[in-house]
């Protein structure tokens, strides 16, 4: 195993509770020496001792450890739930408690600037929280909280008793002070109807407003006090530029050096006021998600900070409005939905531990770094990715094989401490060709996507694109010299890692870091934030989208779901010569789909499918495909539903034609093909095998 970088990739992406075993003892057994959970690959030398898997202490197995709560039989330690199970839970003891469980608080900044009333994203906010109130994880120590902000910071009293919500002002952003700290958080339970009275009435209550300016780094000041003594979670919601106050930030993009073929500007932060803030939060077990809903420029690689750092998430709607922008709307809508819905974690710390032999250098995601191994996670939700880089330090020869463990301790919406616990077990091999035989494509691709990310920020994006290309003519250089043994002409490379090049490419064209296209700088931002924090099989959808003809669609090799039938398309090329002028194609980008149609096509799929008499009448702006009677309707919205209903955030529909504004954009993810400034498949394979042979 002489690789230098293995990829431990995103060994914790869910928090899934499929028949997850849940234990429950005044015990947690666990190695003496290093602390590792026993778990299904340590060694038992007879009934009374363990043999650790990482630093390979023996251990003595304590009494209690040797009766069974599953089968009610004493003297097998080895059939226990903790040895039989790679992934467990533990219900966490007194001792892994440095104060009593905090309760479930959600805090709410929302930016009502005559901009932000503008979108009209407010109404669907509070609609959205209105219709989900009671489904928000959580017990009867709940608590919620709502400030509103412009040039002024706007607190709401919502204390029982109260006949409505009051509001308070504070005008001095220079010096934030709470107005009555202890009536601002209030208990769900108690004050639901003043919660709700309130989300009522805020989309009025700021729709004559001429405020143009925004205060939201003493809003998130403000907010931070509010949340000191409990932690919790801060949703903020923000449509513009700071420009007021601390933390304010100029534009920094120029639009005229977006489609530069040398190199992006101003990919790391203009301040270090929202790292800073992020990081007292973090201390404060408080988590900030951000929310950007803009048609402008919004700086993103500054205001991104107080999410990747809190271990929070970022969500992003470009050229948000409640009318011109529909798709977008019910994109929000849904996200937020599964938002305030899915479960949650508090106050959590993750470590990951490994081997004896191996160390951990790197750690890719949203999270503050404690110590070399302890990752601070003020919040954890199931929709988060990881992805650590380990390096070998010393010889594995008398090995067979090596564990990685990840465990998270965490408290519960209901207020249970939870260890969640992971452990993974790989063999190590003595020769080039067994790494080669068992390397994972998509988990490199993934880690070289993270890697770069960083490097584009620390060095260059020039730098970050070399090394991708470097990475793929390095590993077949060392097929070729090490593996082979009869040397062929040609460009070689072993059966899994076939698609690396293609995969290579795909990011090199990826919005995150092309160049040569005119690309926004946010969109380019948040394209790098995804991937360092989607869990990897979002990721990869978005590196290299999905491509299915769906004119042609057939109950033939169908999968049988909850009664629906959902066709089974084949994946094509992603090329221009896989369309056709008399199909329907569907791309399946991961947070965005289109459909495209081609002038010819069979007017029965225009009937039968989006409700029209002719490819002309094909609306501009089609989102949302009819609900029709028709088997070819049922088919089509099956298959984009099953494809919806496999990740946890809602991507988009958009059905164009080769007039639309968006074609250019589906045109771009034809990633085998040449563009003025890219390379097409073909070539850069060519141009791979020139390196290599040099």
Not at 47 to 67: A, G, S
Not at 199 to 221: C, H, R, V, Y
Request: net charge neutral; aromatic share 8%.
């Amino acid at each position: 195993m002489q690789m230098p970088n293995r990829a431990l990739d995103k060994i914790l992406t869910q928090m899934k509770a499929q028949q997850l075993p849940v234990v429950t003892s005044s015990t947690i057994v666990r190695c003496r020496s290093c602390r590792t959970y026993i778990n299904p690959f340590v060694s038992f030398l007879d009934q009374r001792r363990w043999k650790c898997n990482l630093c390979h202490r023996v251990n003595d197995v304590p009494e209690e450890f040797m009766y069974n709560p599953v089968s009610r039989s004493y003297g097998e330690p080895h059939k226990r739930p903790e040895v039989q199970n790679a992934t467990i839970e533990f219900i966490a003891p007194s001792e892994y408690m440095l104060r009593p469980p905090q309760p479930a608080v959600y805090l709410f900044i929302l930016d009502v600037s005559h901009n932000a009333v503008e979108t009209g994203y407010l109404s669907v906010f509070c609609q959205s929280l209105l219709d989900n109130i009671d489904a928000l994880p959580g017990d009867s120590r709940t608590k919620v909280g709502f400030v509103t902000f412009d040039s002024t910071i706007h607190f709401y009293n919502l204390q029982e008793g109260l006949s409505q919500p009051q509001m308070l002002i504070v005008s001095d952003i220079e010096d934030i002070f709470l107005p009555t700290p202890d009536s601002l958080l209030v208990n769900l339970n108690e004050c639901k109807e003043l919660v709700q009275d309130l989300l009522k009435s805020l989309p009025t209550l700021f729709e004559k407003t001429m405020e143009t300016q925004s205060a939201l780094g003493s809003a998130l000041q403000a907010a931070y006090k509010l949340l000191l003594p409990t932690g919790g979670r801060m949703s903020v919601f923000q449509t513009q530029l700071p420009n007021l106050g601390v933390g304010t930030l100029q534009s920094r993009e120029d639009p005229n050096q977006r489609a530069n073929a040398k190199d992006v500007q101003h990919l790391s932060p203009a301040t270090d006021f929202y790292k800073k803030l992020a990081l007292d939060c973090s201390g404060q077990q408080v988590a900030v998600d951000l929310f950007l809903l803009s048609s402008q420029y919004c700086d993103l690689a500054s205001l991104g900070c107080i999410s990747r750092y809190s271990a929070g998430s970022v969500y992003y709607y470009p050229s948000y409005h409640h009318q011109h922008n529909p798709a977008q709307v019910e994109c929000f809508q849904k996200d937020l939905k599964r938002y305030l819905t899915r479960k949650i974690g508090f106050e959590a710390v993750m470590r990951i531990r490994c081997t004896k032999g191996l160390s951990i250098h790197t750690f890719h995601g949203n999270f503050f770094v404690r110590s070399t191994d302890l990752l601070s996670l003020p919040n954890v939700n199931p929709d988060a990715g990881f992805a650590v880089q380990m390096s070998i330090e010393e010889n594995l020869d008398d090995m067979q094989v090596v564990s990685f463990q990840a465990a998270l301790l965490y408290t519960s919406s209901k207020g249970e401490r939870r260890i969640r616990v992971h452990t993974l077990c790989l063999p190590v091999v003595n020769s080039l060709s067994d790494i080669f035989a068992g390397a994972d494509v998509q988990a490199i691709t993934g880690l070289l996507a993270c890697m770069a990310v960083d490097r584009s920020a620390t060095a260059s994006m020039g730098d970050a694109r070399d090394a991708m290309t470097n990475a793929a003519i390095d590993s077949l250089t060392s097929f070729r010299q090490s593996v082979l043994t009869i040397q062929q002409p040609g460009l070689l490379a072993p059966a899994c890692l076939r698609l690396f090049p293609l995969f290579i490419l795909a990011l090199l064209k990826q919005k995150a870091f092309r160049t040569g296209t005119s690309t926004r700088l946010d969109d380019r931002l948040f394209a790098m934030c995804q991937l360092k924090y989607q869990p990897l099989v979002y990721s990869m959808l978005m590196i290299h989208p999905a491509l299915y003809r769906v004119d042609d669609l057939t109950d033939e090799g169908a999968l049988n779901i909850n009664e629906r039938t959902i066709p089974q398309p084949r994946v094509l090329q992603l090329s221009v010569e896989k369309l056709s002028r008399e199909a329907a194609f569907l791309m399946d980008a991961g947070t965005v789909m289109y459909l495209w149609i081609g002038r010819n096509c069979h007017p029965n799929f225009l009937t039968q499918v989006l409700g029209v008499p002719s490819y002309t009448a094909v609306p501009d702006n089609l989102y949302l495909l009819p609900e029709l009677d028709t088997a070819e309707s049922q088919r089509t919205r099956a298959f984009i539903g099953w494809l919806r209903d496999q990740r946890p955030f809602f991507p988009s529909l958009h059905v164009i034609r080769d007039e639309s504004q968006l074609k250019p954009t589906f045109m771009q993810n034809m990633i085998e093909d040449r563009t003025e400034s890219a390379l097409s498949y073909y070539e850069f394979l060519l141009h791979l095998q020139q390196q290599i042979s040099k």
